[in-house]
């Protein structure tokens, strides 16, 4: 009998994502894991040879499967129908999308309420002054795919672009999803997906929408439906995240009030982006706040002050090797960990303020000028103290606006004496983790594909050719 356990243990994702274990995948946030999902089915869309992520034993191309359990949505990996059934790892048979929509397409009574919000949706679309042209369910000519698309409703307003309005009822699928919002994308119509209501939990098919719409959830019901005959336009109830698994209140919106222009995704507020944001910078603002407090306290010695517990203790949280590895530092190199690591702190941090300044802001060392990001890192590298984090340093930069340093002669030196002088810290190393942390937007390689997905780098984490 199959062994029923038998699932992808490690997929290797394309560059910069990189490898992801099953343990990384299911201790991700959800949003995190949804971004992944959609990204695949969107890749998968424009390209079935060239799967984003790759079943580590067989190569073949692996999605995110959504597990329903009685405490929410678990994700798995699985090979798509088309990966060889010898792998180790192959997990049976998987549903197949077509015969799986067919069978969901037989609810007869869903079709009828589907039918009756189209028709209202697009009679409300003709209230507005601006509509110029508007259709239910008809053929949109596609001139780019060849497959045809029809969308459920379709309306243009004068100034306000054309729009696809998609009614969904039951869950839809996800290579459904994305290749509906490519399609449209290409054919520069706006989509919006549309809920009657939203069940708890919702369906993963559902969370794919609200993942492609950037945390923005929009349902036309009876009270949407009212408001929109009392304004003469299609208003719809959105909801947005609220970051914590929730939904702020509901805001009746009209068509006016939406984002369009973010590619392929309409939505009132991008809910993800700014969480995603807020998490890369929180870690690093509390050692910030530290960090100027112990200058204040301390202004000889800031990195050997009080003032760094807290920073520390919260870092010790994300880092559950810190504590162990701040015992073996003091034993073998009789210096306080923290201190070592509120250095390493400001020499990046320097880095990172330069590249995003264009001009050297340094907090740590005292050399002015314009060579003096070199001179700092060329002075650090030098001393015995920092040498172990050579690679570190170099795969920093490396991201980092700042990148043209790297074929600098003088540094070039320094990193390769350090590398021939002590031993290299790697990603598994505590301190590596802890710099991973403080600056995720360039080392969590997961973190900085979907910042970059979004267009949402910040400047200073562009290397010098993706300005
Ligand atoms: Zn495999």
Not at 5 to 30: C, H, N, W, Y
Not at 153 to 167: I, K, N, P, T
Not at 170 to 189: D, M, N, Q, T
């Amino acid at each position: 009998m199959r062994d029923r356990q038998r699932t992808i243990q490690i997929a290797d994702f394309e560059l910069p994502r990189g490898s992801v274990s099953i343990e990384q995948l299911m201790a991700m946030p959800r949003t995190g894991w949804d971004h992944l999902r959609r990204e695949i089915n969107l890749r998968r869309q424009q390209d079935r040879s060239q799967p984003l992520a790759k079943c580590r034993l067989c190569e073949g191309g692996v999605y995110i499967r959504s597990q329903a359990t009685q405490t929410g949505h678990v994700p798995m990996y699985a090979h798509f129908p088309e990966a060889s059934k010898d792998c180790p790892w192959y997990d049976g048979g998987n549903l197949r999308p077509d015969d799986a929509r067919a069978a969901q397409y037989q609810g007869h009574q869903e079709s009828a309420l589907h039918r009756r919000l189209c028709m209202r949706l697009e009679e409300l679309a003709k209230l507005d002054s601006r509509c110029l042209e508007s259709s239910v369910n008809t053929y949109l000519r596609p001139a780019i795919h060849a497959r045809g698309r029809w969308p459920d409703v379709y309306a243009v307003f004068d100034g306000l672009g054309r729009f696809a309005l998609e009614v969904q009822l039951s869950k839809p699928f996800a290579p459904e999803i994305a290749a509906r919002h490519l399609h449209y994308e290409a054919e520069g119509v706006k989509l919006v997906w549309i809920f009657h209501a939203l069940e708890d939990p919702m369906p993963q098919g559902f969370h794919d929408v609200v993942t492609m719409q950037r945390g923005n959830a929009f349902i036309f019901d009876e009270e949407a439906e009212f408001a929109s005959i009392e304004r003469g336009t299609i208003v719809l109830k959105c909801l947005l995240e609220d970051g914590q698994g929730g939904w702020l209140l509901p805001r009746l919106v009209a068509l006016d009030d939406l984002q369009t222009g973010s590619g392929r995704s309409v939505f009132l507020e991008d809910r993800r982006s700014d969480l995603l944001e807020a998490w890369c910078k929180k870690e690093r603002d509390h050692w910030w706040k530290a960090l100027r407090e112990a200058r204040q306290l301390k202004p000889d010695w800031p990195f050997y002050s009080d003032a760094l517990a807290s920073a520390w203790e919260a870092l010790a949280l994300d880092v559950p090797g810190l504590p162990a590895w701040e015992a073996e530092f003091w034993a073998v190199r009789s210096d306080r960990a923290r201190a070592h690591t509120a250095m390493l702190f400001a020499i990046l941090s320097s880095v990172a303020h330069s590249a995003e300044k264009g001009a050297p802001v340094l907090h740590i060392t005292k050399f002015k000028g314009e060579n003096a990001v070199l001179q700092m890192l060329n002075s650090k590298l030098m001393s015995a103290d920092f040498r172990h984090c050579g690679r570190l340093i170099e795969v920093f930069l490396s991201q980092t606006a700042l990148s043209p340093l790297l074929v600098v002669e003088s540094l070039t030196r320094k990193l390769a004496e350090a590398a021939d002088g002590d031993v290299q810290i790697g990603v598994e190393h505590p301190l590596w983790q802890a710099m991973a942390r403080l600056f995720p937007e360039v080392f969590n390689g997961v973190v900085r594909a979907e910042l970059q997905d979004l267009g949402r780098l910040p400047r200073w984490a562009l290397p010098a050719g993706m300005l």
